[in-house]
């Protein structure tokens, strides 16, 4: 991405270290002019294009399921996707306790997103937007939420970003065989 043709998140160096809602953080999409990977800085939490005004309730997620259903998110899924590199996702499980999500290795990942670039009527300042695509969890993670990121395989980076109209299969859950679960850094791993 960005120049990396088909390298890993690691390769690039740019990695979305930690992020919250609102933040402008690291993305890699296709740029709309060029059709050539460009990374760039976006904000999470998706504003669509056709929007008159800045909505109250800017998603951060949405579901793989209903992706192609929605008004708020069909265009940007055939026409705007995204990868957010990260190196871990935290999730908070059933008892309110986050949980840490990252490889094995350490070695960053690229969850699927999609973006939008909207125009802010009252400063006329174009602003560029994303939010994460999510998947059932796999059977490593389904004990802490019934949810997660999809993460993308490095080989398919390319075709994710592509001009392909809908790459759905690729929204799968992740295997996780590489994945490990862990409280967050810092906190005491005391045995239960």
């Known amino acids: 991405m960005g120049g990396a043709e088909n390298q890993s998140c690691r390769e690039t160096g740019t990695v979305m270290r930690s992020g919250a809602p609102a933040q402008v953080l690291p993305v890699f999409r296709r740029h709309p002019e060029t059709g050539e990977p460009a990374e760039g800085e976006l904000r999470w939490g998706l504003i669509p294009h056709y929007a008159d005004a800045r909505p109250h309730i800017q998603p951060i997620h949405a579901r793989a399921e209903t992706i192609t259903e929605q008004r708020m998110f069909r265009d940007a899924y055939r026409k705007r996707r995204c990868i957010v590199p990260m190196t871990g996702f935290n999730l908070k499980d059933q008892n309110g306790k986050r949980r840490v999500i990252s490889r094995i290795d350490g070695a960053p990942f690229g969850v ?16 560029r937007t994303f939010a994460i695509i999510t ?6 993670i389904a004990p802490v939420h019934d949810r997660m990121p999809a993460i993308l395989h490095n080989s398919d980076f390319r075709r994710w970003i592509g001009p392909e109209d809908d790459p759905h299969d690729l929204l799968v859950p992740y295997a996780g065989d590489d994945l490990v679960v862990s409280p967050p850094a810092g906190k005491s791993r005391r045995r239960p």
């Open 112 to 127: 699927s997103g999609i973006w939008e670039n909207w125009k802010d009527p009252l400063t006329s300042r174009w602003e």
């Open 135 to 140: 998947v059932p969890a796999n059977k490593l």
